[in-house]
């Protein structure tokens, strides 16, 4: 049986640790907010130059508030506190306390990453959302909506499964800083964080939307800006799911191995 | 019949570990040299329920491997583990929960929010109900003199109160076992001893069992068994007491001498120690008998002198010293 107590105590923790430093997290959504207007002024500046006044079908307003959008996205979707938590846990040595709680570890790294997540949901996606809103004047349907939801729900558990494997091989290579480093940019950049994948080369376009990455930024972000249909929204959310459990059970089996050869500091 | 808390039989245990090259060409220097650590060679014993046991080795001798295969945390590579009649490492959620972990290096507490908000946490993680938190947490922020400083952010509390604070988190579930490893280090000590008390009550009240690690010899005075592990075997396992006279042929002499003193007292048995005027002796039983020691001690320039039994420290010393002899 579920037993609601627990997760709520861990997530509860969580919020408590995500929000002591406040200044600290006021600037981190600053430096959010200023990458999604790099990026967005980089298409101002492809739009003035090619004097296009529209790429791969996208026009420049669309252009802006995908940037806008898919920034506010990412930090729900690719983020890496799993696998950092998870890294600084063996490092330090503070695994031996984790482990030895009545909770199964994953879940406790889950649930911990989800409260900081959820910080960054509360405080950066549903004002980005409401602000495109009104500024860009996007048509939001019950429908995009739901499936928007449905979409970052799933890729939220991708993510987590990815950067939980990822992290768990800190048990093996002890500091991983340089591969969760690799996996957040390439996550990014497959995921249509830099590109939307709209825009890459017909071929390349069609390998990525079958991948897990597609729905951590682009497809949320285009089902909700109308850049694709409902329909297609329907279709790359059921890889998604299919994509979800094939990565949560792996990454259940992988645990399963690797904690046995956990040795922590001191033996 | 009696009841056993913990059966461990034939437990051995190694570990894959890596060396730095220092030699050989700058590629070959890049891979680190393999090595095995048997950290434990069929270790077996068996701890009553309610008993106190201390756990002594050397650094590296195998005591934080087998308190982390006792709890669940690592697998051994051979033999049985039962703790409260679970495997270990295969019920490990359900024997957690009848855990207490103590680690002096590593805190249960969360580092940058409050104590209390890391106890209300082990309260919805052990699933304790409201009124036994209150009244358990009551009682313990009491019985550790912890007043309000559990209300401020852990990492600005002194070594003390961070101590006895992860103390309470890790007992506040009522577990049937603790594992103490290093709780006292680098704490003053009043909170030494307000620790010990508290583990003493707790035994007292509930019945717990304890099995602690230590280097502090103060904190083994809680034990009253004693198992000695040395590269990974028990090298001893029996009563405090026992080990205590386990060199009850010896007495420690201190004498304090007239500056310029020259009396021998080398003579009559081993120098241990020397700071200022006082020396400290070891002598056999025998010589506190032996005439021309006992003049010796009453010789004008020994200003003062005291008898003394050797102590743990010294007992352990020599047992090091007497199994490095043996290898």
């Known amino acids: 049986m579920i037993d609601l107590h627990k997760y709520s105590a861990i997530m509860v923790a969580g919020f408590k640790q995500e929000l002591v430093y406040r200044l600290d997290y006021f600037f981190s959504l600053v430096f959010r907010i200023l990458t999604a207007l790099v990026a967005i002024f980089v298409w101002i500046t492809v739009f003035r130059t090619t004097g296009a006044s529209s790429i791969g079908g996208l026009t420049p307003d669309v252009l802006y508030a995908y940037f806008f959008i898919a920034n506010a996205i990412s930090i729900f979707t690719i983020n890496d506190t799993v696998a950092s938590n998870m890294q600084d846990d063996i490092q330090s040595g503070n695994i031996t306390t984790s482990v030895v709680r009545p909770v199964k570890y994953p879940t406790l790294i889950f649930f911990n990453a989800l409260a900081n997540n959820f910080v960054g949901l509360l405080t950066v996606l549903i004002p980005f959302m409401i602000i495109i809103i009104l500024v860009a004047h996007v048509s939001i349907t019950p429908v995009t909506l739901s499936l928007f939801i449905l979409e970052i729900i799933t890729a939220y558990l991708i993510t987590s499964a990815l950067y939980f494997i990822i992290g768990s091989l800190a048990v093996y290579l002890v500091n991983i800083w340089g591969i969760i480093s690799v996996a957040d940019s390439l996550y990014l950049l497959l995921g249509g964080g830099v590109i939307p994948l709209i825009l890459f080369p017909g071929w390349a376009s069609q390998i990525l939307l079958l991948l897990p990455s597609q729905l951590s930024v682009y497809t949320p972000a285009a089902t909700l800006l109308g850049i694709i249909s409902p329909s297609a929204a329907i279709g790359y959310l059921f890889a998604g799911v299919v994509w979800a459990v094939v990565l949560v059970v792996l990454a259940a089996l992988w645990w399963k191995k690797v904690s046995q050869n956990i040795t922590s500091v001191g033996g | ?327």
Request: glycine residues 8%; hydrophobic residues 40%; positive net charge.
């Open chain 2, 1 to 327: 019949m009696e009841n056993y808390a913990i059966e461990v039989k034939d437990v051995s245990k190694g570990f894959k570990t890596f060396e730095l090259r220092r030699s050989g060409s700058f590629f070959h220097r890049l891979w680190r040299k393999r090595s095995w650590k048997q950290a434990l060679s069929n270790v077996s014993f068996r701890v009553k329920e309610g008993e106190i046991v201390a756990l002594l080795g050397r650094n590296g001798s195998g005591k934080s491997t087998l308190v982390k295969i006792l709890s669940g945390i690592l697998h051994p590579d051979s033999g049985s583990v039962r703790v409260l009649g679970f495997e270990p490492w295969k019920d490990r959620i359900k024997l957690a929960a009848r855990l207490g972990v103590v680690l002096g290096a590593h805190s249960q507490l969360f580092w940058n929010i409050s104590a209390r908000d890391s106890f209300e946490f082990m309260k919805g993680v052990y699933s304790i109900n409201e009124r036994e938190y209150s009244q358990r947490l009551k009682y313990y922020l009491k019985v550790l003199s912890l007043g309000e400083v559990f209300n401020r952010q852990v990492r600005s509390l002194s070594l003390g109160e961070q101590m006895k604070c992860n103390f309470v988190a890790s007992i506040l579930h009522k577990p049937k076992i603790v594992f103490l490893d290093e709780p006292t280090i680098g704490v003053d000590l009043p909170s030494k001893i307000a620790l010990r008390n508290a583990v003493l009550d707790l035994r007292a009240r509930e019945g717990t069992t304890f099995i602690l690690t230590t280097h502090i010899v103060e904190d083994i005075t809680m034990a009253e068994r004693v198992i000695l592990l040395n590269n990974g075997s028990i090298v001893f396992d029996g009563s405090r007491k026992q080990l205590e006279s386990m060199f009850g042929d010896k007495k420690h002499v201190e004498l304090r001498l007239e500056e310029g003193s020259a009396v021998d007292f080398r003579r009559y048995g081993k120098l241990i120690e020397k700071s200022g005027d006082v020396v400290k002796i070891e002598v056999n039983k025998s010589t506190l008998k032996n005439q021309r020691f006992l003049r010796m001690l009453n010789d004008k320039s020994v200003l003062d002198y005291r008898v003394a039994e050797p102590g743990l420290n010294f007992v352990l010393t020599k047992f090091y010293a007497k199994m490095d002899r043996k290898r």
